[in-house]
């Protein structure tokens, strides 16, 4: 199935670094959406981007939706141990295209306290 | 608020049967969308409800179907069960599908063909 291309796939960093991922693909995007997914749990909204070149801060959190539609990036800034998570960011295109999503591989987060 | 709901949490089949999963939105959403999350495919689009309608569907043979009532809660079956359909199976639910609202997903089920 389509997928975006995302990484890192895995960080490992200590607590108080700031972390950076990201998200491309070939094709536009109207909206990028950026989730957190915990063990067991299902993924959570974290931030949602509905403009090109839109920057969008959630607490420590900030993200971008690239100008060009095919990419967008989270920043996460003086990480804390409940940072750990798989974050997963999330395209979706024409309004047409109801209910789907297309998601990145995840990125798989580990902070050492 | 209440969450999306996903029942039942963890089930077990065997190959060749069938099952049957259910999903609750948020009180007034009325688009469900389904996928299956697997360690080699990721999160894959099934397929969404709104209004006891399928208005899309992603790329799955036809054994993955779904319905939704008039009450918005929605159940997907998957017949003849093989082992690749072990996954974790999410329902997210929205206003009206547009991404406008967000999609708030649930817990899911963890599918698991033996």
């Not at chain 1, 607490?59 to 971008?64: D, E, F, H, K, S």
């Given at each position: 199935g389509q997928q975006l291309n995302q990484s890192p796939q895995s960080m490992f960093i200590q607590e108080g670094e700031d972390v950076s991922m990201n998200c491309t693909s070939s094709s536009i995007f109207n909206t990028w959406l950026w989730y957190k997914q915990e063990p067991g749990e299902?993924?959570?909204?974290?931030?949602?981007?509905?403009?090109?070149?839109?920057?969008?801060?959630?607490?420590?959190?900030?993200?971008?939706?690239?100008?060009?539609?095919?990419?967008?990036?989270?920043?996460?800034?003086?990480?804390?141990?409940?940072?750990?998570?798989?974050?997963?960011?999330?395209?979706?295109?024409?309004?047409?295209?109801?209910?789907?999503?297309?998601?990145?591989?995840?990125?798989?987060l580990q902070v050492k306290p | 608020?209440?969450?999306?709901?996903?029942?039942?949490?963890?089930?077990?089949k065997t190959r060749g049967q069938q099952v049957t999963?259910?999903?609750?939105?948020?009180?007034?959403?009325?688009?469900?969308?389904?996928?299956?999350?697997?360690?080699?495919?990721g999160l894959q689009f099934?397929?969404?409800?709104?209004?006891?309608?399928?208005?899309?569907?992603?790329?799955?043979?036809?054994?993955f179907s779904g319905r939704q009532f008039s009450n918005?809660?929605?159940?997907m079956n998957v017949s003849t069960l093989e082992l690749g359909d072990s996954?974790?199976?999410?329902?997210?639910?929205s206003l009206v599908g547009g991404v406008a609202n967000g999609y708030t997903f649930g817990s899911g089920t963890r599918l698991t063909v033996v």
């Open positions: 299902g993924p959570v909204l974290l931030i949602a981007l509905y403009k090109a070149g839109e920057l969008t801060s959630n607490g420590r959190l900030t993200a971008q939706f690239g100008i060009t539609r095919k990419d967008s990036f989270l920043n996460i800034s003086a990480s804390i141990p409940s940072d750990v998570g798989i974050y997963f960011c999330a395209g979706h295109g024409s309004s047409g295209n109801t209910g789907k999503l297309i998601f990145g591989q995840g990125t798989t | 608020k209440a969450g999306v709901t996903q029942t039942p949490r963890y089930l077990i999963l259910s999903c609750s939105p948020i009180s007034g959403h009325r688009s469900v969308s389904w996928y299956q999350q697997t360690p080699g495919q099934l397929f969404e409800y709104f209004s006891e309608t399928q208005r899309n569907k992603g790329n799955f043979p036809g054994r918005s809660r929605s159940e996954a974790l199976y999410l329902c997210a639910s």
